[in-house]
């Protein structure tokens, strides 16, 4: 009875601090459709007369909209519940929901509608409309915003979140867009892995139910299971073919993509971050902002969708994307820990000798109190090595830039290893479960950025590194550990759950803050390989390591699922040494540079290693390289065969002009039998003529084929040749190569 009391004053206090809460959304609305739309695409927001907003249609643009503003009256819609532009719990639907809040006075239920809705021009591609609903009952307010990029086809979804209750209102679902689709079958494709495996593809039917993608690891978003999704309408997805919607989700810290077929076979799409252990304390007047899913639609299959998303990315998604990407020796694999100023030195003086363009020193060149010979001390003491590098790193740029090829760094800000100054000295920052045991991955920690003096340590890391040598020209930001538990010292014991969100954030600040204050710089994100390949990272960064597995045999599959997403600029494809450190392959060298040079091309290895033959061959191909990466890292991708289906891969890029092509070939398994299938290339002119020639054909050995030794063994019997785009497209060419980790680029060039 008390209780009943205490809520009912409760109830009439919120009433006289809140009289407008009393007012519902107008009683009566105008009906309308609001459009989002871009060039080819448009989803569609319908505003009924209770102020009720719902979703009409998610795909081809509608011209006349007062078609789509009759969808309700024509279909069984809005009886089927659950398609709400923003759906909550409350509202009688019982599927997923994008958003469930706990309010003030402890209502875990929420009835969103219209209060307001507007539209402008960011520039002449961008159109941003926001749509604010309300709650019916309390000052609590949603805007779900839309970015409509109109010629890459893609939208920026995103939902921001603030209340003028009482107290704080706990978030418990924030999803970052709810999609309601519906079609006959629905098959959807995800990206999974590990470290050293990444972005296996996976395509499986939907049915009834819930299917979760998911990262509980903080940090690491991406490593086993990408943030990103394609569902293909009605048949598995085609490459050039069929309705396909894709989404990746701009996060690198916990997420969930939730995929429910519910009863009358509609499909739910939520994305957003991770509800696990995520209750968000938002106080009154602070805002929620949910991270951007990137959302697109194409008619044309994966491959366009594909395609709308790299365009996107390129001039909006990831920085400076309309750069070429310079060819890098990193040292990593070379030699491991074991940098100093002499072998570095050394290193620097081949890597221009052959023609990479910027050098990098990975991991070991820092720390003087504990040692830093192998992962398990030093992260955080961010000094040079006194005994490694006595003169500092000066000398080395110096070299570098005698040499006239750029510096790059390798850091791990947010990291630390309990033998450490840093760990020493601060024990208070770590992240680590309150009376719990410590449990260390790699042997470190990661360091509180919820706390803004931890932020702005991590940020003076690296400002320091850039600021002592002013002429470093790229940093590798790793990150080799994800949450295993957590705990802030700086968050208060009750808003512990704000961890998750406020971490990303604060990391988010500091990635923006150095992108601003060192524009010049090329940013590398890495986390044990492919951790960080989302374009949440990638807003700040110019491009990812997208794995520690640089076997040129597990490469054309991990790239092949990146391709997907990213193009080809953004991912850091390298050459190491055979046997490979990772796997034992033994792979040509060849092989090894086709497969990266279909990305962008760097180098990883001891170059003092390598047979005069294979130095030469890296010359020659990094050289060949520079001659066509402008279409590699600008063009249009087009996927050819599978290596998933098939014993061997093929891919291919186009120049925006369709003057320029090149075609890259790889062969997986020994292929028994005379003649390969005739492989037909996409995206040329069928109009224009076109001459193909071979780079870099392989070299016979000396009497092997009978051919003699030191001729070339070309892998298209038409080398030099000039077909038409239509004879290229509709029948195609043979590539005779079938030994196993043979392979063939072959340059398309368009000839007047
Ligand atoms: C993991 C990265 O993926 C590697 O490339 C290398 O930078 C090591 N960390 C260094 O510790």
């Given amino acids: 009875m008390i209780q009943k009391c205490k809520h009912i004053l409760l109830s009439l206090l919120v009433c006289l601090l809140y009289p407008i809460a009393l007012v519902a959304a107008p009683l009566k609305q105008q009906e309308q459709i609001i459009p989002i739309e871009t060039n080819d695409i448009g989803l569609y927001l319908y505003v009924n007369k209770k102020g009720e907003v719902y979703q009409q249609h998610f795909g081809k643009r509608i011209k006349d909209k007062e078609n789509v503003l009759r969808i309700s009256k024509i279909t069984s819609f809005p009886a089927i519940i659950g398609r709400q532009a923003y759906s909550t719990f409350g509202t009688g639907n019982v599927n997923e929901v994008a958003l469930q809040a706990k309010h003030a006075d402890g209502n875990l239920t929420s009835v969103l509608v219209y209060e307001n809705h507007s539209s402008r021009e960011l520039s002449a591609n961008i159109t941003e409309t926001t749509l604010t609903l309300k709650d019916s009952y309390y000052p609590f307010y949603v805007t779900l915003k839309y ?18 209750e009482s107290a704080p209102v706990v978030l418990q679902a924030n999803a970052s867009n709810y999609l309601f689709i519906n079609a006959q079958q629905y098959w959807f494709t995800h990206f999974y892995g590990a470290a050293t495996s990444e972005m296996k593809i996976i395509e499986e039917k939907l049915n009834n139910g819930i299917k979760t993608i998911e990262s509980k690891k903080g940090v690491r978003a ?23 919607i894709m989404g990746s989700l701009a996060w690198n810290n916990n997420y969930q993509l939730r ?8 499909l739910h799409i939520l994305s957003g971050m991770n509800d696990f252990m995520s209750d968000y304390y938002l106080k009154p007047h602070t805002r929620f902002e949910t991270p951007s899913l990137i959302l697109t639609y194409s008619d044309s299959g994966k491959g366009q969708a594909g395609r709308n998303i790299h365009h996107w990315a390129r001039n909006y998604g990831i920085r400076d994307g309309n750069t070429i990407r310079p060819v890098v020796l990193n040292s990593w694999e070379g030699v491991y820990f074991s940098c100093d100023e002499e072998n570095i030195l050394a290193m620097i003086d081949d890597a221009a000798s052959l023609g990479a363009e910027v050098f990098v020193l990975d991991d070991g060149w820092f720390g003087n109190t504990y040692d830093r010979n192998w992962a398990q001390g030093s992260l955080g003491d961010w000094q040079v090595n006194r005994e490694k590098f006595p003169r500092g790193l000066q000398p080395l740029i110096d070299r570098a830039h005698q040499q006239g090829i750029k510096f790059g760094l390798w850091v791990e800000p947010e990291m630390v290893n309990p033998k450490s100054e840093l760990a020493d000295n601060h024990p208070e920052w770590l992240v680590t479960g309150k009376n719990r045991e410590i449990l260390l991955g790699r042997n470190q ?20 590194q850039l600021t002592d040598y002013p002429n470093i020209a790229y940093i590798k930001w790793d990150a080799n550990r994800h949450m295993m538990n957590f705990g802030s010292n700086y968050l208060d014991d009750n808003e512990q759950s704000n961890f998750w969100y406020d971490y990303a954030k604060a990391l988010q600040g500091v990635y923006s803050r150095l992108a601003l204050d060192f524009p010049k ?34 490469r054309i599959f991990i790239n092949w699922g990146y391709s997907h997403l990213f193009p080809a600029n953004a991912i850091a494809s390298h050459v190491s040494h055979s046997p490979n450190h990772q796997t034992g392959n033994i792979t040509p060298i060849k092989f090894r540079f086709d497969v990266s040079m279909s990305q ?94 071979e780079i870099l054909p392989i070299i016979t050995e000396p009497d092997k084929f009978g051919l003699g030794g030191g001729k070339e063994k070309l892998a298209f019997r038409g080398n030099g040749q000039v077909f038409t785009g239509d004879f290229l497209m509709n029948h195609g060419i043979e590539i005779t190569h079938r030994y196993t980790n043979e392979s063939a680029v072959i340059e398309i060039q368009a000839i007047k």
């Avoid at 086993?224 to 997805?237: G, M, Y």
């Avoid at 995929?259 to 509609?266: E, I, L, S, T």
């Avoid at 920690?445 to 320091?464: C, G, R």
């Avoid at 369709?658 to 028994?672: N, R, S």
């Fill in 222 to 244: 991406s490593q086993t299971e990408h943030p990103s999704f394609i569902v293909s309408l009605n048949q598995p997805a085609q490459e050039e073919s069929g309705e396909v």
């Fill in 521 to 554: 710089v090329i940013f590398q994100a890495c986390a044990s390989g492919g951790g960080r390949s989302d374009y949440g990272t990638l807003q700040y960064h110019h491009e990812f390591w997208a794995s520690d597995n640089t076997d040129p045999r597990s």
């Fill in 445 to 464: 920690l990661i360091l509180d950025m919820t706390n803004p003096e931890v932020a702005n340590f991590v940020y003076q890391s690296v400002a320091k």
């Fill in 147 to 164: 970015k409509a990029y109109q010629k890459e086809n893609v939208l920026d979804c995103s939902v921001s979140i603030w209340h003028e």
């Fill in 259 to 266: 995929f429910q077929v519910d009863n009358h076979n509609n």
């Fill in 600 to 693: 962008r091309l760097g180098i990883e290895l001891q170059p003092n290693k390598l047979t005069e033959k294979e130095l030469d061959w890296t010359k020659k191909a990094v050289a060949a390289y520079k001659n066509f990466r402008e279409v590699v890292q600008f063009g249009d991708l087009y996927r050819l065969i599978s290596p998933y289906e098939n014993d061997r891969a093929a891919l291919m890029y186009v120049d925006e002009a369709q003057d320029k092509a090149i075609l890259f070939v790889y062969v997986l398994e020994y292929h028994y039998g005379s003649q390969y299938a005739l492989i037909k290339m996409t995206g040329l002119d069928p109009n224009k003529k076109y001459k193909l020639k």
